[in-house]
DNA sequence: CGACGATTTGAAATCAGTCAAGAGCAGTGG
DNA sequence: CCACTGCTCTTGACTGATTTCAAATCGTCG
């Protein structure tokens, strides 16, 4: 569709709201510089004061935040199109931090310009809004994960949710992918320990739902690690997009 | 400052960006309807495609949903001021329930008059994004005190989170007010069972943190609690907020 | 007074955590 | 090419926080 840096960016955006021609030039054109990081590096740091916004143009990244006795809680993963920080900068001071997970490549853009764009552009606005509040509903999902769902089950979720943001995203298919994250970040996500998430995955794999070697998942029944998981896709809001369901 | 029904939302939104008069104006002008409904009563369920967007006037409400094998899971607590449904109807499905926890009084506005008041006035909708924000940042945080605090910590969280919210919203102090839910409501915030929450209340009270009668909550020592339940309020991002630390 | 929901308390059961140790694997340097 | 190092993964045995089950008490309201 285009040549930009940004595209990854419309792309997402578009997933929400039917932007017209101007609104994705304006998205286009918004001033930006890119870079690449390391692995492990942190994007933003709790209590930052963010000047630019995090669009993910490559690899993935997640949101956590650690507690006073040393518990992190990992909120969520991203990956390609997600403007990683919007919630940070949007809110002038970072209340998590933004690590990544993986070698990225990103485009920074100045939170001045995210504004202006809202403000010149109500449809862009509106869309990058809709896009925060997805966040929020997946940031809900996780909470009851954490709260209502034992091991097994929310292992089996976040697998779920996974393979379709990744299908959705364009990286892959929903049945057969790489996680990026070892043990101990799944743990950190799912508010276990690494020792009960290693026993939780090889049970799935004992029950035939999944196969794994390394990082590498394979789904081999969804559906019914989707029941396992009690994992509905309604919360990821994505009934504009069309071969999600069995990509 | 006015007569209007929809103040409270007014007052609200300054705490976030301080409107001018135009713009506060325009948020007074919003068409809208109110309506009393008693305690324990939807307000908007799960799968509806909500046309107006609540905002409450007085009374409490919450947010939650139900995991397929029956547990409920309680994201936030709502008072005065809160459009209690921002997420659900801008986002046109409901992916979760707001339930009234007292009899309240509510203004429903037209989701296209939230929209049109966003896009002509982007001050208002730059506040109300904000607004949602901050909803997010407190999941986020119920996540963290769900996930990764011990069920004294998340309880002594809670109730340091809801005076602060009280004493921001002008409906008391941080240090006593009535707590609008029964145990069975807490645990379900703090995704304990009733059973313990009743312990780690009758625990802190014993440690002389709290004193309590039926759903009223005196606390004795904020400082200790707050060290106790891990509580940093910045998470609120109430920085424009002068009284709120000591109200 | 009676009834129903909410709270309180105790004892037993369980899911997940802690502790400990070994195995696999990639990168480094001799 | 091989030992060495460090990290992740794996497994077992034990511990413990929270749940479950059961029952009593309290309060409110008709």
Redesign the pocket.
Known sequence: MTSSALSPMVEKLLLWLPLGARDRAAVLALPHTTRCMRAQEYIVREDDRPTHSCLLLSGYAIRHKIAGNGGRQIFSIHMKGDVVDLHNSILRRADHNIQTLTEVEVAMIPVDAIRKIAAEHPLVGQAMWYETLVDAAIFREWTLNVGR????A?AAHLLCEFGIRLAVAGLGTKNDYILP???????DAL????????????ALAQEGLIE?T??SVRILDFERLARIGDFDPRYLHLDRVSGAANA
Request: aromatic share 0%; no cysteine.
């Open positions: 769902r034992d091991a097994r929310r994250m070892t043990q101990e970040q799944l743990a508010a276990l320990t690494s020792i009960h998430i290693n026993r939780m995955l090889k794994r390394k990082r």
